[in-house]
C-alpha cells in the first residue's frame, strides 16, 4: 500500500496528495527489540512510538491503525490528543469503551456484543490461550517452522474476503511465507503474542474516557469488526467519515492496498479541509 500514499503520482493522482509515511515495527513484533521487563502492554508502546515521531521532527501527525495497532493508536489518541491531527481505522471497536450492567445501549449495541461473543467462542480460542498461557505456545511455534505458518496462516484465510478454496485467492505465497519467515528468523512470535497476555495490565477506557481526535472508519467484511456507529462514538465523538470498504476483510491493506489507501487520502484531506475552517 505504501506507494499509492508516498507516490500517488505513479498511480494517476496529484503529486501534492502524496505523504510521509513512517511504519514502525511494534516493540516485540519483527524487526524492533524484544520488551526486557514485564508488562509491556498498548499503553507503554504507544508512548514509545510518540517517542520515535518526535524524533523523527513530526510533533503531530496522522495514524491509521487496525488490529493491535489500532488498540495502540486509539489509547495514544485518549493519552496524547494534542499529538494526532486525524485516526483512521479499519478496526474502529478497538479499543473498544467501556460497558457494564448498567450502561444503556441501542439495539444494534446489543446485538453488535452478542456477535462478538458469538465470534469469540468459535474463533477466540487462540486469544483465550495467549492471554492465559502464553508460553506454552511459544515453546511450540519458535521450535516449528510448519507449526509457525499454520498459525499465522489460518488467521490470513479465515479473517480474509473469504474464498473457501483457496487463499491465494487474495494473497500470493511470498507475501504469506515473507509475512510467516519475519517472525520466524527474528524469533518473535512469542514477544509479540503476549500483548494478548500483558493486556491484563492495560488501563483501558473509562465510562468518562473520550479522546475528540477526528476519527476516521471504513468497515470491511469481518461482521465482528464492524460495530455500530453509537458505540464508536462513546470513545470518539468526532467522526468525520464513516464509510463501507464493500470488500476485504481484516488484512485490507493487503487484499485492497489501492482502495484503502484511496480512503486514507479522503480522510485526510477532510481533516484539513476542517482545520482550515
Known amino acids: 500500500m505504501i506507494p499509492f500514499l508516498t507516490d500517488p503520482e505513479s498511480f494517476?493522482?496529484?503529486?501534492?496528495?502524496?505523504?510521509?509515511?513512517?511504519?514502525?515495527?511494534?516493540?516485540?513484533?519483527?524487526?524492533?527489540?524484544?520488551?526486557?521487563?514485564?508488562?509491556?502492554?498498548?499503553?507503554?508502546?504507544?508512548?514509545?512510538?510518540?517517542?520515535?515521531?518526535?524524533?523523527?521532527?513530526?510533533?503531530?501527525?496522522?495514524?491509521?491503525?487496525?488490529?493491535?495497532?489500532?488498540?495502540i493508536a486509539g489509547l495514544l489518541c485518549l493519552d496524547h490528543p494534542d499529538n494526532v491531527i486525524g485516526y483512521h481505522t479499519t478496526s474502529p471497536g478497538n479499543p473498544s469503551p467501556l460497558i457494564t450492567d448498567e450502561t444503556p445501549m441501542s439495539t444494534a449495541e446489543t446485538e453488535y456484543l452478542a456477535l462478538c461473543k458469538r465470534w469469540y467462542a468459535k474463533e477466540g480460542g487462540y486469544a483465550h490461550s495467549l492471554g492465559t498461557k502464553p508460553q506454552t505456545y511459544a515453546y511450540g511455534l519458535n521450535d516449528s517452522p510448519v507449526g509457525l505458518a499454520a498459525f499465522i496462516i489460518e488467521k490470513w484465510h479465515l479473517w480474509s474476503m473469504q474464498n473457501e478454496e483457496d487463499t491465494h485467492y487474495h494473497f500470493d505465497l511470498d507475501t504469506l511465507l515473507t509475512n510467516v519467515s519475519i517472525y520466524w528468523f527474528t524469533e518473535t512470535i512469542n514477544s509479540s503474542n503476549r500483548f494478548y497476555y500483558e493486556g491484563h495490565y492495560t488501563q483501558w477506557p473509562n465510562k468518562f474516557d473520550r479522546s475528540f481526535v477526528p476519527l476516521g472508519v471504513l468497515l470491511t467484511s469481518q461482521a465482528h469488526e464492524r460495530p455500530p456507529k453509537e458505540y464508536v462514538e462513546r470513545l470518539f465523538p468526532k467522526i468525520l467519515r464513516w464509510e463501507e470498504l464493500n470488500t476485504g476483510g481484516h488484512f485490507a491493506a493487503a487484499e485492497c492496498p489501492a482502495l484503502l489507501a484511496s480512503h486514507i487520502r479522503a480522510f485526510f484531506s477532510t481533516v484539513t479541509d476542517t482545520t482550515k475552517e
Open 12 to 71: 494517476g493522482g496529484s503529486p501534492e496528495a502524496s505523504f510521509d509515511v513512517i511504519i514502525p515495527s511494534i516493540p516485540g513484533h519483527g524487526f524492533s527489540d524484544i520488551p526486557k521487563e514485564g508488562h509491556f502492554e498498548d499503553r507503554k508502546a504507544g508512548q514509545i512510538l510518540l517517542k520515535l515521531m518526535k524524533r523523527l521532527g513530526y510533533d503531530q501527525f496522522g495514524i491509521h491503525g487496525y488490529d493491535l495497532g489500532a488498540s
